[in-house]
């Protein structure tokens, strides 16, 4: 797009006509700045320009939350082209931009073994890093289709299901909003809940890991930080390190996934330790029915 190609490139003098084109070295980018993601302003970032040229996103409002991996914020959607209300822009920082260490014991989640998502990505043209950030994205809608579909409370993702479509708004994800005007949904880690609100939190909780459980995966980083609290109901985020069966590390993210939840609830009152919670989440993955989201025709 214009807008990278003038980040990649400036111009010079030369000898012959006055002209000269050198490469200029691009700076891994990190935390977008808001400023640069505010439609109209001359110095618009680059994934602003692409996903407004995608015909997905107006204005961006504000920031949610930042993180090692990413940048939340808060933008419209396009009416025009079926993206209405408010929505939750997910835009990772550089490969190289990032703090996240282990990722050897998640791969790059379940897009590393998906041909629709490879073929996607070979078609984009992306190389290098940029494959790389382009699984990571292509990961979390992946998995968010698959949960979002099987019934699970997830944000809705607002970009797929087709793995092409979703690869061009890398490195974006655009899913959802969870919340309201005044706030977003906050994260159980972040607030105070009365003791039967907070049973019914974990139980629900509970039933979010069985049911990933169900369907032979595991989220990796599973704990009140990354479930929200929306109108009585829990809700889980942030999917690019879930794993399947097919991981080696697949009991040892369980259990670790058990031992988090139940360590991250006792601030909410909740005394359970990591070997019962980890009993009742098969228990429930054993005995819980399906109930896949039903969509109209």
């Known amino acids: 797009m214009k807008g990278q190609i003038a980040d990649r490139y400036e111009r010079g003098e030369d000898a012959d006509q006055g002209l000269k084109i050198s ?26 320009t692409q996903l407004e040229d995608l015909g997905l996103i107006g204005d961006v409002l504000s920031e949610i939350k930042s993180g090692k991996e990413a940048t939340v914020y808060l933008a419209e959607g396009d009416p ?43 078609k984009r043209g992306s190389k290098g890093a940029a494959a790389l950030q382009d699984l990571w994205v292509a990961s979390e809608y992946l998995v968010l289709w698959q949960l979002w579909q ?30 309201d005007e005044d706030a977003p ?41 990354n479930l929200l609290w929306w109108e009585g109901s829990v809700m889980m985020i942030d999917f690019p390190q879930v794993s399947d069966r097919t991981n080696p590390n697949f009991q040892s993210l369980l259990k670790r996934d058990a031992e988090s939840l139940a360590q991250s609830f006792r ?20 005995t819980l029915a399906d109930k896949p989201r039903l969509t109209l025709p």
């Open 23 to 48: 490469r200029k070295r691009r700076k891994p980018q990190g935390k977008r700045k808001l400023a640069a993601l505010s439609v109209g302003t001359d110095a618009k970032d680059p994934v602003l």
């Open 80 to 122: 025009d082209q079926g993206v209405a209300g408010l929505i939750a822009l997910k835009i990772y920082r550089d490969v190289a931009a990032r703090s996240f260490k282990n990722t050897g014991e998640y791969g790059t989640g379940l897009a590393r073994s998906s041909d629709a998502v490879a073929k996607a990505i070979a």
């Open 150 to 179: 099987a019934g699970l409370n997830v944000p809705e993702p607002l970009v797929g299901p087709d793995p092409y479509d979703y690869v061009q708004t890398s490195p974006a994800v655009l899913m959802r909003f969870v919340g």
């Open 185 to 225: 949904a906050p994260r159980l880690s972040d607030i105070r809940l009365s003791p039967e609100d907070a049973r019914t939190a974990w139980q629900q909780a509970l039933e979010g890991m069985a049911r990933l459980l169900k369907l032979d995966l595991v989220h990796g980083d599973y704990s009140t930080y």
């Open 267 to 286: 601030r909410l009152g909740i005394r359970e330790d990591a070997e019962s919670t980890l009993r009742e989440v098969q228990r429930l993955a054993r």
